[in-house]
């Protein structure tokens, strides 16, 4: 199949399953993830719809930059980030989603404060305390979102999670839940004057289905429209 032909189907299976938690294809945004592709592949890609892109390294988002924005492309960073990366990015992405630390969210406030910005982030939560998955824990994140007030130039705009690899259907089910239920929680709460949860990340090519019908409004797919990695 080719691009357009998988993107069509993704878009209906989303359709689907927005449906089934009583929302609309319109609440969930479909972020491609293009680590390895080359500009030509990503290039088809956009001019079949995609609105935006995710990118997981550093280097290799920076070396395809001036690609994307000569098409004027919204970039998002979805990778673990390494304070000392954060200067190379700030200036090029709409929302970081794994800000996991205080230190990570002093970084990106210090950068952004140098141009003028305010860097929108989302908080990466890690349900299951794997030791191989960064993120902070369910019991500190209201903590990391209350000390994140102290950072004028960062704005927290949700939550983004990554569950177990080997986790069977009925097991991501149940992390997306929580994670949803956590989600709607400080939704309803005035955490801080920068937080604002708008944004639930979680969901990716095998498990994008579970996660849109259990709350999800971000999912970040790349090898079910791009196929098999380099």
């Not at 492309?73 to 980030?81: P, Q, S, Y």
């Not at 390494?82 to 950068?111: G, M, R, T, W």
């Not at 003028?116 to 209201?142: A, H, M, P, R, W």
Request: net charge neutral; hydrophobic share 35%.
């Amino acid at each position: 199949m080719t691009i357009a032909d998988k993107l069509d189907i993704i878009k209906c299976n989303i359709k689907m399953s927005a449906e089934k938690s009583g929302r609309k294809f319109e609440d969930v945004l479909l972020l491609a993830v293009t680590k390895t592709m080359p500009a030509q592949t990503i290039k088809t890609a956009l001019d079949c719809g995609v609105d935006c892109i995710g990118e997981n390294y550093v280097q290799e988002f920076l070396g395809k930059y001036d690609f994307y924005r000569e098409n004027n492309t919204d970039c998002h960073f979805i990778g673990h980030l390494q304070s000392n990366k954060v200067k190379y990015i700030v200036d090029k992405v709409s929302l970081i989603h794994s800000a996991d630390s205080l230190p990570l969210i002093k970084e990106i406030d210090k950068q952004s404060k140098k141009i003028g910005k305010i860097q929108q982030v989302l908080i990466e939560v890690n349900l299951t305390k794997e030791d191989s998955k960064f993120g902070v824990y369910e019991e500190n994140l209201l903590e990391l979102l209350e000390k994140s007030a102290d950072y004028s130039n960062v704005f927290v705009k949700g939550l983004m999670t990554m569950p177990p690899l080997y986790y069977d259907d009925s097991q991501l089910r149940e992390v997306f839940r929580r994670l949803n239920k956590i989600f709607c929680k400080y939704k309803e709460m005035e955490v801080a004057k920068n937080v604002s949860m708008e944004r639930l990340s979680m969901g990716m090519s095998k498990d994008y289905q579970i996660a849109i019908s259990e709350g999800s409004n971000l999912v970040r797919l790349g090898s079910v429209i791009f196929g098999a990695r380099n």
